[in-house]
């Protein structure tokens, strides 16, 4: 009798911390509808925790839990995410997109943008949303044996693409990488020289035009997958982290990073297996144009 009702106690708790959690979901998935509605708007933390049904001292705690990321900030994700699918797909000048998504100064914007893409709105737009390269942490700079290495696998529901991982300070993929790579599908990937400290290592894949992949989340559905592993302590060992790509929720930060353009790297693969050769992965050992221009290291 004693075991038994200890059974059924364990379960009790395992099912109010499940129903927990969804409710903690729940809310902070409806103050980033709030936050997608009002990106133009000078939203506070009382007006998302309204939306949320929580007070504001324990909504931040909440969100920050449900996302990884304070609502602050992933508001500001949101606002330079739509920033990002105006410069390319409207004529709308930097000064009227700035407005659009919330902010009062261009001089403003842009600083966060370019810190946050990796480049200007300005040359955001010319470059019509892809990077050249993608510049990490010169690994001449860093005094490091470590490796990190692992497989990234679709689950069921995933989609099929390229698949991006790059390894950030912060649970939002933005700014330099400390590593990163592009696989032409879910596979293996390995990063030398890793920089010691706490990472996280972040991936996205998305099917059809993965640098703009749909900004609502109906239209996303199926096609929008991602991973988070993290955080990860480096130091002069060998890591492994394999990663479980599922379909993206509103609940998963935005990626502000310019990535590269997918349909070189589709070609290059067709061109490879024409050629009879296995695809090569483009990782940090690859020999590849389109690897050397991805992970050229910045000056």
């Not at 912060?170 to 599908?185: F, K, S, V």
């Not at 609502?216 to 890591?239: H, K, L």
Request: hydrophobic content about 40%; proline content about 8%.
């Amino acid at each position: 009798m004693a075991l038994k009702l200890t059974i059924n106690s364990s379960a009790t708790r395992i099912r109010r911390g499940g129903m927990v959690e969804e409710s903690i979901e729940r809310a902070a998935a409806r103050a980033i509808v709030a936050m997608r509605e009002g990106l133009g708007e000078q939203l506070t933390v009382d007006d998302m925790a309204r939306a949320a049904m929580f007070s504001k001292f324990h909504f931040s705690r909440i969100f920050q839990r449900a996302t990884g990321l304070s609502p602050g900030r992933f508001l500001s994700a949101l606002r330079l995410q739509y920033a990002k699918h105006l410069l390319v797909s409207t004529s709308l000048n930097v000064a009227d997109i700035c407005l659009r998504v919330g902010y009062n100064s261009v001089g403003t914007f842009s600083s966060r943008f370019s810190k946050s893409v990796g480049m200007s709105p300005t040359t955001y737009r010319r470059c019509s949303g892809f990077a050249e390269q993608i510049p990490t942490v010169p690994a001449h700079r860093v005094a490091s044996t470590a490796r990190l290495y692992g497989n990234a696998r679709l689950s069921q529901l995933g989609a099929s693409g390229p698949v991006f991982i790059g390894l950030f300070p912060d649970r939002i993929p933005e700014g330099r990488p400390a590593r990163c790579t592009i696989l032409p599908a879910p596979g293996p990937y390995s990063f030398d020289t890793v920089p010691p400290g706490t990472w996280y290592l972040l991936a996205q894949s998305v099917s059809g035009d993965w640098q703009t992949p749909p900004l609502d989340p109906a239209d996303a559905e199926g096609r929008v997958s991602v991973a988070t592993y993290g955080p990860i302590t480096v130091r002069r060992d060998t890591v492994r982290a394999d990663l479980t790509l599922k379909p993206a929720r509103d609940l998963d930060p935005p990626v502000l990073l310019a990535l590269t353009d997918a349909r070189e790297l589709a070609l290059a693969t067709a061109a490879e297996r024409t050629e009879g050769a296995a695809p090569s992965m483009l990782v940090s050992s690859a020999r590849s144009p389109h690897e050397r221009a991805l992970q050229r290291p910045a000056a």
